[in-house]
């Protein structure tokens, strides 16, 4: 089994910033890419920002030069910096991991994490 664990939400004014982190831990062999998702009230969960491997990123047009997404192989670690932020960023804040367990028969699924709320008041 994998497990992934947001940390890094909470309340901020709008302008602020907050740090998300995630990271994945358990029978883990290779993860392919990590990324956050958001889900606002009466809303589909849609993707914010991914990061691939092979160091490849990719960002919602809504966050594009305002968030960060960055990684930490070594700890399968995963992190969003949220710069001026914006109260249409209030949501819950998911992680979610593509993973190839080590267990037989190695197989690749996709985990997620509880989610992690982001409130932002204006």
């Known amino acids: 089994q994998v497990q992934l664990v947001e940390s890094g939400g909470g309340l901020v004014q709008a302008g602020g910033s907050l740090k998300l982190s995630c990271a994945a831990s358990g029978s883990i062999f290779s993860i392919n890419a990590m990324g956050w998702y958001r889900q606002a009230p009466g809303k589909e969960r849609e993707l914010v920002a991914a990061i691939y491997s092979d160091g490849r990123t990719n960002y919602a047009d809504s966050v594009k030069g305002r968030f960060t997404i960055s990684g930490d192989n070594a700890k399968n670690t995963v992190y969003l910096q949220m710069n001026s932020l914006k109260p249409e960023d209030t949501a819950v804040y998911y992680c979610?991991?593509?993973?190839?367990?080590?267990?037989?028969?190695?197989?690749?699924?996709?985990?997620w994490g509880k989610g992690t709320l982001v409130t932002v008041s204006s």
């Open positions: 979610s991991a593509q993973v190839q367990s080590f267990v037989p028969p190695m197989t690749w699924r996709d985990y």
